[in-house]
């Protein structure tokens, strides 16, 4: 099963900001998504969310289409995103935050904060505490925790490690490497392109709007002319 980007185009305020971009991510596969500031990477994920129109093309999921749809019917389909900086309810507590993600019913509810504490132990052991006092990288936790409560089939992830210190980065990356084990399907947006190349089992690069390559990550780590051209042009 596969969520599937056909040649799809994404406007902000209204000027095109990618083109005709072509990708897929499967479950169980981690897909990386590089390319240089203001390439588009973001704006690509936040039209899956539904929050930024597609123009042209198509986004569909196991062949249905969800192209500009609701972010609502999105995360109904078994999508979560977590976009950039880290983003929680700063006076929510851990717990509250988490709640907050999810509208099953309570037992439901229940249930996926005990698999969301069950990944993030740290997050169980200061559940009450408010969210805006936490660091930087508990914050990242809860924010992915909160996706998480959604139990997505298929999860967005924007910069991930931005700000954050090598050993919560590589924290953050075990869990990614057990959802990606488990089935989940991942596309990673990472400022870091070795830890990117190192995780993913897929890898595109934005360029100048569109998609400049799109291959095994063993191609770029043996042709990194590949990432530096791509890079050096925007």
Do not use: W
């Not at 953050?172 to 488990?182: G, T």
Request: glycine share 12%.
């Amino acid at each position: 099963m596969s969520l599937v980007f056909s040649d799809v185009s994404v406007e902000k305020g209204g000027k095109t900001i990618v083109s005709d971009v072509a990708l897929s991510i499967t479950e169980g596969q981690l897909t990386a998504l590089l390319g240089a500031n203001g390439a588009g990477k973001s704006e690509l994920v936040l039209a899956l969310a539904g929050v930024l129109p597609v123009t042209r093309g198509e986004i569909a999921i196991d062949g249905a289409s969800i192209t500009n749809a609701t972010p609502e019917t999105v995360r109904g389909h078994g999508i979560a995103v977590v976009p950039q900086g880290h983003q929680v309810l700063t006076k929510l507590s851990i717990d509250d935050n988490l709640r907050a993600a999810c509208s099953h019913s309570t037992a439901t509810v229940q249930g996926n904060l005990d698999y969301v504490y069950g990944i993030f132990p740290e997050l169980a052991e200061r559940k009450g505490q408010l969210a805006g006092t936490l660091s930087g990288g508990q914050q990242q936790m809860v924010a992915l925790g909160h996706a998480l409560m959604l139990r997505p089939r298929f999860l967005a992830l924007d910069e991930m490690s931005l700000g954050l210190a090598p050993l919560v980065v590589h924290r953050l990356m075990a869990v990614v490497d057990e959802l990606v084990a488990s089935g989940t399907g991942i596309l990673l947006i990472e400022q870091f392109t070795d830890l990117a190349l190192k995780h993913a089992d897929y890898a595109v690069v934005l360029g100048r709007g569109g998609v400049a390559f799109s291959g095994l990550p063993e191609t770029l780590k043996q042709n990194p002319d590949i990432l530096k051209s791509t890079y050096l042009s925007e």
